[in-house]
């Protein structure tokens, strides 16, 4: 970069190195705010729990929730495990990695 570029704001570098940010979505930031939601609400549930609990967490609706589930399982941040009382999302180690990763940008 050459000292006569502006350099990108902190906001613009985060965005640019999410992995969950998708600039096809109507509203991108609205998508990745509700997955990091997902994400950090498997986490305070112990890494595991029912998509039902993760919507009332959320104060959300199961439909509302489903396809940014899909997506992070798709990512590799969640993965479905089938029991027989249902089925029931958890936090991988790379979802793990992902909210320490966004804890340490943010200086928490």
Not at 4 to 23: I, M
Request: proline share 8%; hydrophobic share 35%; charged share 30%.
């Amino acid at each position: 970069m050459s000292e006569h570029e502006e350099q990108p704001s902190a906001e613009e570098q985060t965005t640019a190195v999410d992995p969950l940010a998708t600039a096809d979505e109507p509203n991108p930031q609205a998508r990745r705010e509700m997955e990091v939601k997902i994400l950090n609400a498997l986490l305070q549930r112990g890494g595991a729990a029912p998509p039902v609990q993760l919507a009332v967490a959320l104060y959300a609706l199961p439909d509302e929730i489903s396809e940014p589930l899909e997506e992070l399982e798709e990512f590799g941040y969640i993965a479905r495990q089938e029991m027989k009382r249902g089925m029931y999302y958890e936090l991988t180690p790379k979802g793990h990695g992902y909210l320490r990763g966004r804890k340490s940008q943010e200086g928490v």
